[in-house]
DNA sequence: TTTAAACATGTCGTAATTGACATGTTTAAA
DNA sequence: TTTAAACATGTCAATTACGACATGTTTAAA
């Protein structure tokens, strides 16, 4: 589909940025819901310039490094609006390698099971909890502005998500521990 | 990583099949967490042949057809139960592309944002109420046998995420409205 | 002043995945 | 008997993505 390039064109559209910064986006706010690299990214950035969906200008830090600072240009804001409109086909496949390893733990001892169980609920209760800071900084109500609005809605996702996700392994990691002393 | 070697001795193990089969398996059991077409399956069963992970033999249908029946080897269960005790890093890039145009949905008008969000919601309710129906028929308490418990466990899993996301899906669309209607 | 972390931009080989191309058989219904 | 759906196995080109390689500057702390 192409989709790292409407990530990008969206990123621009809110404001100009260097790879550099884009890269530290997509570790940062987008980490939740999309990925890239910066050996990703920065063939992307030339592709998008090419095709005149971005602009950028050559600034300098210091006294020689140069840093290329992009901005989404007209054309570059239909093509995110015309994305932006797209109904999308629910992915099928989001691919959970740690389902597809419980879905397989038959083959395992009982007792690993839960070894297996038990760090997975503490790196998404450490997820939950880093999500659940982010949308207090937001404040208590959906914010007004428009953009502060999607973020608002985006992050209630990953909360509500990340809450589900856990309460899972905490009944899974429960409904294991009945199933050991039963036997 | 190459997980789709242990999906598919996974499969292997709970019975032999062939390449076919294996393809309805991802097709249905298996897509709610991981997915592959029999392109990407063929060359894979070949490779895991050729290192002795599992075997074949070739059955006929009807009178010329031939069907290659795969089984795992000991070699291949070794390697399963290897890959089914590793502890996995929670992958932090569950890529959701709808997120994402929701995420940059302050470049539309507030009216096709609900637009975008009802569709998906039909979606996820039509996927949860596949996946409840699942769990019904695997009975109403978690399955003794060990297989089975796994797919529980799974499938629980899954039905909670739906309900999850179909939560948020409503929540969204309900701020919107009143947004709407505010301004 | 040195030095480590962050800033900054790129390329390359490889692996994973998809969709299209390619071909043919068997089964069950019309 | 025809015909459509399901059975059955493969290849190929293109795309997406990652990790490693490669290089150098700037900033702030020790």
Redesign the interface.
Known sequence: ?G?LR??IL?LL?RRDMSGYDLTKEFETT??????AKHSQIYPELKALADEGLIAYQIEISGTVLEKKVYSITVRG?TA??T??????????????????????????P?R?RIA?LE??LE??RA?LDHLRENLAGLGQT?PED??A???Y??L???V??E???C??LE??IA?CRE?LEKQ
Chains 1, 2 share one sequence.
Request: glycine residues 6%.
């Open positions: 589909m989709t409407y990530a969206g559209n987008l980490a939740e819901f999309w990925g804001r995110l609006r994305w932006a409109e797209t109904q999308l086909k629910m992915k099928s496949v989001p691919k959970d390698e740690f389902r597809l390893q419980l879905y397989f733990s038959d083959c395992i009982p690993r297996l760090p997975q790196q998404h997820l959906p428009e953009a609005f999607s973020d809605l985006v209630l996702g990953g509500m998500r809450e589900s996700c309460a899972w009944r899974c409904l199933r």
